[in-house]
């Protein structure tokens, strides 16, 4: 039954980028014939690290009054920066450090900088994510622990970090570079770091940015516009936020105040209270007042005749 692309973009990401050769060494499994038409300066030696055994070199410049010291770390990519072929763009008020490691993939870089001992704090650290993962790794999700586990180191070290994503190789399949780049990136932003990408730049039709081996980048044409991306990205990091201050309070309008008004009412005069011992009766058209008065026994009524008339 075929196989769909969702099951072959499965299995490209849950199996390693590297099928194992005869020696127990990965070799590419889709190789690619292109390579670079670029120019690269001979490689020189270095010292070899206890940590890795690998050539590792760390270039840390002197403290410069005034400026912010930036602290990259990587791989190969870094030995044009580390030797000075290749110069990274100046003013800004920063100063670059670098400390590379050629050949080491995210586990190595872990013990590197496990082991380093950097004379100055660093304003900034960038890293520059591992490509070697591509070919060190036997599974995507092995590259992402190792990735999660040298990010959490350096962020243990140094609070201001952030990752510059590898420039693209020639020679690995553009997939898998893309899947290794999304579970970096992933990573990173769980973990609340900036990942910034950087293959948009290296435009794969333009072969004079690589090296003839299609890996490295040539230091008259790749390597320059790493240089300059790195610088323009660090300074980013480096500026400051700009804290907005609050918005001036809008004047209150007038309350205009409104002094009550008592209203007295005048009530109608209630009539004089009738007494109790007077009653009226008519006679005829005359009205006859009738008053009472009373012993001790009886109450004799008194006709007050001088009101009556016929």
């Known amino acids: 039954m075929p196989r769909g692309k969702d099951h072959r973009r499965a299995r490209a990401r ?15 499994s889709a190789p690619s014939s292109r390579s670079g038409t670029g120019f690269r300066h001979p490689v020189r030696r270095w010292p070899v690290s206890s940590a890795t055994g690998k050539s590792h070199k760390c270039l840390v410049p ?9 602290l990259v770390v990587g791989d190969s990519h870094l030995r044009a920066l580390v030797d000075g072929i290749v110069r990274m763009p100046g003013g800004g008020g920063m100063t670059f450090g670098f400390m590379s490691t050629p050949g080491a993939s995210a586990a190595e870089l872990y013990k590197e900088v496990r082991h380093a001992n950097i004379p100055r704090t660093p304003d900034l650290v960038c890293l520059l994510a591992p490509s070697n993962n591509l070919t060190a790794s036997r599974t995507l999700p092995e590259a992402a622990v190792d990735f999660r586990r040298l990010l959490t180191l350096l962020q243990s070290k140094w609070s201001k970090l952030f990752v510059l994503d590898f420039p693209p190789r020639l020679t690995v399949a553009p997939d898998l570079q893309t899947f290794l780049r999304q579970d970096f990136n992933r990573v990173a932003a769980q ?19 690589w090296a003839r081996d299609g890996v490295h980048l040539s230091d008259d044409g790749g390597m320059v516009l790493l240089a300059s991306l790195l610088w323009n990205y660090s300074a980013l990091q480096l500026v400051e936020p700009e804290v907005q201050a609050p918005p001036p309070a809008s004047p209150r ?12 009412r005048e009530h109608p005069v209630s009539p004089p209270p009738t007494n109790p011992f007077e009653w009226a009766c008519k006679v005829g058209k005359a009205k006859v007042s009738v008053s009472s008065f009373h012993t001790n026994e009886m109450i004799f009524p008194v006709l007050n005749l001088s009101m009556c008339s016929r």
């Not at 849950?14 to 590419?28: E, K, Q, R, V, Y």
């Not at 309008?253 to 007295?264: D, G, I, S, Y």
């Open 62 to 70: 002197p403290e410069s009054p005034g400026e912010k010291f930036v």
């Open 191 to 209: 973990m609340g770091i900036k990942y910034l990408s950087v293959a948009e730049h290296f435009s794969l039709d333009h072969l004079a940015l």
């Open 14 to 28: 849950n199996f390693a980028p590297m099928d194992l050769g005869p020696t127990g060494h990965p070799s590419p």
């Open 253 to 264: 309008p007038a309350v205009r105040r409104v002094t009550p008004k008592v209203v007295v």
